[in-house]
């Protein structure tokens, strides 16, 4: 069965410096998509980026940029130039891209605190 | 914008009642979704649909019911709400079965069960 863990519960950064957080999941399979959603206090989750594994390339997104290691499973969340209002719960999630059960698998969140 | 309405930001109910969480989206998504989530747990799916009419269980159904007599129109239903319901829903919706797979949330109901 995929499973995704994100070994930091909580982490903090301060305003304006770099900062990343972990994601590690198990598959066999070999066509499949990784997410980072955001969710900032008493507010909607929002998806903040997305890789497809069969791309080599690391995807980015303004500030945001991941760093994709398939062979290693792993998926980390880089963080630039902080600001307050990228503090956040943030989660990690795999979904594979075969069949029509294409459901997500979630890992249990890692809460980013920014200080001014 | 895609947008998810979950009728309820904060419910108190008590125990033995029965519950109605709305979720409603404007952009003719075919599937929707109903999580809840727990600090230290994450998300857990407690329901799935991929038509109108359509449902299929997800990882923590017990206790919980769905309907979707309308496309748009996805509701959750706890027959007899008991103290261990009380959680974050979040309801989300997605285009389809192919794609990227992104889901669009709701802002979510808290749920207070006394």
């Known amino acids: 069965a995929q499973t995704v863990t994100q070994s930091q519960p909580e982490m903090s950064v301060q305003e304006a410096e770099t900062v990343t957080l972990s994601c590690t999941y198990d598959?066999?399979?070999?066509?499949?998509?990784l997410f980072w959603y955001k969710q900032p206090p008493s507010r909607q989750m929002i998806l903040v980026i997305r890789q497809e594994a069969y791309k080599q390339q690391n995807a980015t997104e303004n500030r945001f940029s991941v760093n994709f290691q398939k062979a290693a499973k792993s998926f980390s969340l880089k963080i630039s130039d902080s600001q307050l209002g990228d503090a956040a719960m943030y989660f990690c999630a795999w979904s594979t891209n075969a069949g029509n059960n294409r459901k997500l698998i979630w890992g249990l969140g890692t809460s980013l605190a920014v200080n001014p | 914008d895609v947008k998810v309405t979950q009728s309820s930001r904060y419910l108190v109910k008590r125990t033995g009642e029965k519950v109605f969480l709305e979720c409603v989206q404007d952009?003719?998504?075919?599937?929707m979704f109903w999580y809840r989530q727990d600090p230290g747990l994450g998300l857990r799916l407690i329901y799935f649909s991929y038509d109108v009419k359509m449902k299929e269980k997800g990882d923590i159904p017990e206790g919980y019911s769905v309907s979707r007599e309308k496309k748009e129109r996805f509701s959750l239903i706890l027959e007899s709400a008991s103290t261990n319901q009380t959680s974050m829903y979040l309801c989300?919706?997605?285009?389809?079965?192919?794609?990227?797979?992104?889901?669009?949330f709701g802002a979510g109901s808290r749920l207070t069960v006394l």
């Open positions: 989300a919706s997605r285009e389809g079965n192919t794609g990227a797979n992104v889901l669009t």
């Open positions: 952009m003719d998504h075919e599937n």
């Open positions: 598959t066999s399979e070999s066509d499949y998509y």
